[in-house]
């Protein structure tokens, strides 16, 4: 069983809001990921962390920031909600030292912006 | 461009055998991963490829051709619980995951 979470699960707003996505994973893994789902579509990269304060963009990262200060914590911040951004949300995180290795993920926060 | 591709959808009986399909054109190639994604749940890992050819586990094996760009899941003796969407994903040449848009399987009694 993997040990990652996110909260909220489900989050409806208002259009300007600024929102942070928290994902907090207690298996001491190095890489994190957060990805954009929306149904029946491919997962898109937003932004992926290889460990404490390092962080980068994916190909979705305009509108949004990250921060990686501690190892299991790798929030996700909106800094004005636009419907747009209504979506499900997917944090990530990856065992593997080097370059390849299965993600193991959250189990998603859907965002509804009104 | 990268370019993953898979069907759309798969209906499929109950014990019976279903092969999904995957072709992809990437920048460079490190690897295929499987994933499963029950509805409104997150995907959990099923395989990885790296070589070519056939990789078995329980009743899902894998297979890979890197000349030819494909590979296949294979689930046999279906249960419905087997009713989920399969992602494929290519980690390409610098070592991010390429996805494609996944496969919703339907089983049927």
């Known amino acids: 069983e993997a040990d990652i979470y996110q909260t909220p699960r489900y989050l409806v707003i208002g259009t300007g809001k600024k929102i942070t996505l928290e994902c907090s994973q207690t298996?001491?893994?190095?890489?994190m990921y957060w990805y954009q789902q929306d149904p029946g579509m491919e997962l898109h990269l937003i932004h992926y962390s290889y460990g404490v304060n390092s962080t980068e963009k994916g190909d979705l990262s305009s509108e949004s920031t990250v921060s990686r200060i501690r190892t299991e914590h790798f929030p996700l911040t909106l800094e004005s909600a636009r419907p747009s951004h209504t979506s499900q949300y997917l944090c990530?995180?990856?065992?593997?030292?080097?370059?390849?290795?299965?993600?193991?993920f959250g189990e998603g926060s859907r965002l509804t912006v009104l | 461009g990268q370019n993953i591709d898979q069907p759309t959808e798969m209906t499929a009986t109950e014990g019976a055998i279903v092969q999904i399909n995957c072709t992809y054109q990437?920048?460079?190639?490190?690897?295929l991963f499987w994933y499963q994604q029950h509805a409104g749940e997150a995907p959990t890992f099923l395989s990885y490829?790296?070589l070519d050819g056939l990789e078995e586990k329980g009743r899902f094996s894998s297979f890979l051709s890197r000349s030819k760009g494909y590979s296949y899941l294979l689930l046999k003796e279906l249960q419905m619980k087997d009713s989920a969407s399969y992602l494929c994903?290519?980690?390409?040449?610098?070592?991010?995951?390429?996805w494609g848009a996944g496969t919703k399987l339907i089983i049927k009694p």
């Open positions: 990530a995180s990856s065992p593997q030292t080097g370059e390849v290795g299965e993600l193991f």
């Open positions: 990437t920048s460079g190639f490190n690897g």
């Open positions: 298996m001491g893994h190095d890489k």
């Open positions: 994903a290519v980690l390409d040449s610098n070592y991010q995951l390429i």
């Open positions: 490829n790296v």
